[in-house]
């Protein structure tokens, strides 16, 4: 019975971690494109001078139009990143600027903010959505980028003015890991509530079965 409980609390942890792995590899930020320019960054603390996580570092932004049939403008206004050589080819750390909602769409833009691509330099959609990818070889990280976004030609009257930032984008997944942890806590609380008071009965058969012997 105890090796039963066990077997199904590690097949409900490995589901879990599982789930949790499948959140972080969808988990794109998603930001809006409105008449007001706003701005992203390579990493949390981006500021110029903090380097991004070394090896193999992966972040993603989906940015919407709150208007879709306005195209969306982004500029690299600071961008250092690992190149690879001097001849403007990126074989380390690259950005990938899509003309939609994934890397299924049309290939706008791919930089590591060397030579020909100096900043400030602009890539713009075809129409509301753009889905950037940033994605780091297992070497060194370096001072990474500061992006602006905006809806080009939309009509600011009316606009809501929308900020986005890493953390609350993905607020919606420490919530649903946070449930997650917590439900498995309880299985395993539950789980060892049952075996305890599955031996104590047990317990109790068998020295009532002993009594019964002795009295015969």
């Not at 972040?59 to 306005?70: A, E, M, V």
Request: net charge neutral; hydrophobic share 40%; glycine share 6%.
């Amino acid at each position: 019975m105890s090796r039963a409980i066990v077997i199904c609390l590690l097949a409900v942890f490995t589901v879990i971690m599982k789930m949790k792995d499948n959140v972080y590899v969808n988990a794109a930020i998603h930001l809006t494109a409105t008449p007001y320019l706003q701005t992203f960054v390579s990493h949390d603390t981006y500021d110029g001078v903090t380097h991004y996580p070394d090896g193999n570092y992966s972040r993603d932004w989906l940015i919407t139009g709150q208007i879709l049939n306005y195209s969306i403008t982004i500029e690299f206004i600071a961008c250092v990143m690992e190149t690879g050589n001097n001849k403007g080819v990126c074989i380390r750390d690259e950005v990938f600027v899509y003309d939609g909602t994934n890397t299924s769409a049309t290939l706008l833009k791919r930089t590591c903010c060397g030579l020909g691509d100096t900043t400030p330099f602009q890539v713009n959609s075809t129409y509301g959505y753009m889905y950037v990818l940033f994605q780091t070889d297992n070497e060194i990280g370096q001072e990474g980028f500061r992006i602006s976004y905006i809806l080009e030609g939309a009509p600011t009257t009316t606009a809501r003015v929308t900020t986005s930032t890493n953390l609350d984008s993905k607020l919606p997944i420490y919530i649903a890991i946070g449930c997650a942890l917590l439900a498995a806590t309880a299985m395993i609380i539950f789980g060892v509530v049952c075996y305890f008071k599955w031996k104590k009965s047990n317990g109790n058969k068998i020295r009532s079965h002993e009594n019964d012997e002795i009295k015969a």
